[in-house]
């Protein structure tokens, strides 16, 4: 074993954490400042302080803004590309918690097709899985037929996601 050798991929290590750290401090930065281009900071705020669970109970067509409310950096991405959410689904579940809500999503827009999906999918999964209300994300499998061969056969193996 050679120390030298151990020590410098060591500090290239440290190196690419350090510029990875740097970009997505970046891209959260201009994500946000897109995001405030186009949106009011109170009506995010109101729409992210509404209850999730009581917006599907009662159907409110709040529930798709209050869902946008709550992505971070991609929805800036889907705000530019003029994508959006769509609730295929969702489903009140009673959880020793309290009531939690599962949930099966669609895209609209550009976003549909586009080459970014499965990040654009991971993201807005990762994203609504953060809130305490919501216990499972999955997606349409119908969006699946929007996506070429490739595209397809990818997402379904790496994307992360589950499609329904």
């Not at 954490?17 to 405030?36: D, G, P, T, V």
């Not at 409110?60 to 950096?73: I, Y």
């Not at 990818?154 to 329904?164: A, E, P």
Request: aromatic share 4%; glycine share 8%.
């Amino acid at each position: 074993m050679n120390p030298s050798h151990d020590s410098e991929e060591s500090t290239q290590d440290s190196l690419q954490e350090a510029y990875k750290a740097q970009i997505e401090e970046a891209m959260r930065r201009e994500s946000e400042r897109r995001i405030l281009e186009t949106h009011d900071p109170d009506e995010i705020s109101r729409l992210q302080a509404l209850s999730l669970v009581e917006l599907s109970k009662s159907e409110d067509p709040e529930l798709v803004p209050a869902l946008m409310a709550r992505l971070g950096p991609v929805r800036a991405a889907l705000d530019g590309h003029g994508g959006g959410l769509v609730v295929t689904e969702s489903r009140v579940e009673s959880a020793a918690a309290g009531d939690l809500l599962a949930l099966i999503l669609d895209l609209d827009g550009a976003c549909v097709s586009c080459g970014a999906a499965p990040g654009t999918l991971q993201g807005i999964q990762d994203d609504l899985l953060m809130d305490p209300e919501v216990t499972e994300v999955r997606f349409n499998s119908g969006m699946l037929q929007w996506f070429d061969e490739l595209q397809r056969e990818f997402v379904l193996k790496h994307g992360g996601v589950t499609f329904v």
